[in-house]
């Protein structure tokens, strides 16, 4: 794989069944280098397997798509002419699609009702001359009054609350109504479902007084209508989100983080899956166990209980949670990740990745996974060997690594993820690839800290983060170095994000194992993050401890011990961790004489690597070869 390469990486958007379950309809994304934009449009499957794919839609952005309760329609987001994402609907057995929506800033995810006669979703609402009319730079000031004011990847938020909205009547033979606004306020809402009778909508929202100092998010119950009153339906005590209700609307299901005694806690707090009753009356109660899994993503109610996906060693698998709780059972639990699921009438499907494919559509059975697509292109991807190395102390660190064709010794790049509690896992990752097709031997594990291996593992870092983290790191690094294919003499370290900051961390601490290193959109100063990322304000001290300890956790504290050539790499509008990291990270190498260089890229945020525009994604590629090419 090259850079270029990109390209055959395509993304399954999340299903949607037809309510007898015979047919699946969902959305292929891949990245465009002509258009430099990533290109998508709705597909359509037969779920018995009884024909290939065929596609639904000829916009080339359309995403989203959902059938409606029954069965005539398929709502789904197309761009506008402003490029702005608006609610369609399409006829199921085909013809052409109408636009039911209109928002100045777009529109989110429609959610059908009931009776499949209106829908509702999210539309940020921008305050007036902003956003739509004039020059960015001649708007009105904003007046910044609370501390969770903007948010990476999307910009300010106080001056555009997303409100929850139900359209009219879905007529194709009339004009689109007006849509009703059913919640006020500046309050940002979101996660929106129906009650089966269609009398009520909840959602998820933080409009709580102390909103601006904790993690808490409520879950909210409110009739489909202009002017009435949300009621709280959770208590105040954990984040919640993404609910739905059970199939008699008695009761919510949801997904939910408990947040320590301050409500600020959440370093490696174990999601789980969480039942409430839909009037408030009692508190929730947790389905799941307390240490693991770590449930992700959406869930939907069976006869039988809650599927949920949840990350486990590298793995997410797709799991039936009991409606009255304890241990969940496997529907489809292998070497994958299920990115997506839907299930109707018996059947369910679900978009999942894997060493081979960056995404599949699959039949869940029985006996396992049933293919119904075969997106795959381009050249086989190498494959990565599970590995499992020790620390002194004996703790297990789980991971993979994948050498290049060829006897060797090839160089070698140790890789760190972000998060830190996320995870490396079975996937087809375009890092991996286009380092070990180049020649490089990639090394990649999940170290304490990390999801998908239970709380203790994920929290084991807490005010200890760089020595912990990089303990077990390099323990995994000397077990794949055991291998007389990979040159222990010329290994080179990268990451982004908490990556990046281990990055620099090990080459301030550890630089006498690595030739050079790549720091990439890294926190490498805490006292600066906290006062400038969109997260500070939170963010820190549940993790590095109290502020007396930042400087002693911070890896720009140990510049001056950076004897290895340092490539810094930092996005312009990274709110995440913003660019001043990356500058004073470079200033201070530079100063001293260190040989250094800082890569910036203009219009990206924090997730340049992933979603970035397809033409930075290839520079930055191009620049990681050539760094190493030169030093390794």
């Not at 390209?7 to 299903?15: D, E, F, I, R």
């Not at 699921?341 to 960056?358: K, L, M």
């Not at 990451?495 to 301030?508: E, L, Q, R, V, Y």
Request: a negative charge.
């Amino acid at each position: 794989m090259k850079p270029t390469d990109i390209v055959h990486l395509h993304t399954v958007g999340a299903p949607t069944l037809s309510p007898d379950g015979s047919r699946a309809v969902f959305c292929v994304v891949r990245p465009d280098l002509e258009e430099d934009a990533y290109l998508g449009s709705l597909w359509s499957v037969p779920t018995d397997g009884s024909a290939a794919p065929t596609r639904l839609t000829r916009g080339d952005r359309d995403r989203s798509p959902v059938f409606s309760p029954d069965g005539r329609w398929i709502a789904f987001l197309r761009p506008d002419e402003d490029k702005r994402p608006q609610i369609h609907v399409l006829p199921a057995d085909g013809g052409e699609a109408w636009k039911v929506s209109a928002h100045p800033l777009g529109a989110g995810a429609p959610v059908w009702s009931p009776d499949s006669t209106r829908v509702a979703y999210t539309a940020r609402i921008p305050e007036e001359k902003r956003y739509v009319d004039g020059e960015p730079g001649k708007e009105p000031p904003r007046r910044i009054t609370g501390l969770k004011y903007r948010l990476d990847g999307l910009g300010y938020l106080t001056d555009r609350p997303a409100h929850v909205f139900v359209s009219a009547p879905i007529d194709p033979a009339a004009e689109a109504g007006e849509p009703v606004q059913v919640t006020e306020g500046g309050f940002d809402h979101s996660g929106v479902a129906w009650r089966p009778d269609g009398g009520e909508l909840v959602f998820s929202a933080a409009r709580h007084e102390t909103r601006d100092t904790d993690l808490v998010e409520d879950l909210w119950a409110v009739a489909p209508e202009a002017g009435a009153e949300p009621r709280r339906v959770t208590d105040g005590t954990l984040g919640a989100g993404a609910p739905v209700y059970s199939a008699d609307g008695a009761t919510v299901f949801f997904l939910g983080d408990r947040l320590g005694e301050d409500l600020r806690d959440f370093v490696g707090r174990t999601t789980a899956v969480w039942s409430v009753p839909a009037d408030g009356s009692a508190a929730p109660t947790r389905l799941t166990p307390e240490e693991d899994p770590r449930f992700t993503g959406s869930l939907a109610v069976t006869e039988e209980g809650v599927l949920a996906t949840a990350e486990r060693r590298g793995a997410v698998d797709l799991l039936l949670v009991p409606f009255g709780g304890g241990e969940p059972v496997a529907v489809l639990a292998d070497k994958v990740q299920v990115q997506a699921f839907d299930t109707a009438a018996g059947v369910t499907v679900a978009a999942v990745a894997d060493g081979r494919s960056s995404g599949e559509l699959v039949a869940v059975e029985p006996a396992g996974a049933r293919a119904l697509t075969s997106l795959a292109s381009g050249a086989d991807p190498l494959p990565m060997t599970e590995l499992v190395a020790h620390t002194a102390d004996g703790h297990p660190v789980h991971g993979w690594v994948a050498v290049p064709e060829g006897e060797g010794p090839h160089p070698v790049l140790l890789m760190i993820h972000g998060g830190p509690f996320s995870l490396y896992g079975h996937q087809v990752f375009d890092e991996t690839q286009v380092y070990a097709a180049a020649g490089y031997a990639v090394v990649l594990c999940n170290p304490r800290g990390s999801s998908g291996y239970g709380q203790e593992h994920g929290r084991a870092i807490i005010g200890a983060v760089g020595e912990v983290s990089a303990t077990d790191l390099l323990a995994f690094l000397d077990e794949a170095l055991k291998d007389e294919r990979l040159d222990a003499s010329r290994v080179g370290v990268l990451g982004g994000s908490h990556g990046g900051f281990m990055t620099t961390w090990m080459a301030g601490h550890h630089g006498d194992r690595f030739r050079a290193a790549i720091s990439e959109r890294a926190v490498n100063a805490i006292d600066s993050f906290s006062g400038s990322s969109d997260i500070g304000s939170l963010f820190p001290e549940p993790l590095y401890g109290p502020p007396e300890s930042w400087a002693k956790q911070s890896p720009l504290t140990y510049a001056d011990r950076i004897d290895i050539p340092v490539l810094i790499i930092h996005s312009e509008e990274d709110w995440r961790c913003p660019v001043e990291q990356a500058q004073r990270l470079f200033v201070a190498l530079k100063a001293r004489g260190a040989e250094t260089e800082m890569l910036l890229f203009p219009g990206e945020g924090h997730e340049l690597s992933r979603s970035g525009l397809p033409s930075h994604r290839v520079a930055r590629f191009e620049a990681i070869l050539e760094w190493w090419s030169r030093h390794l």
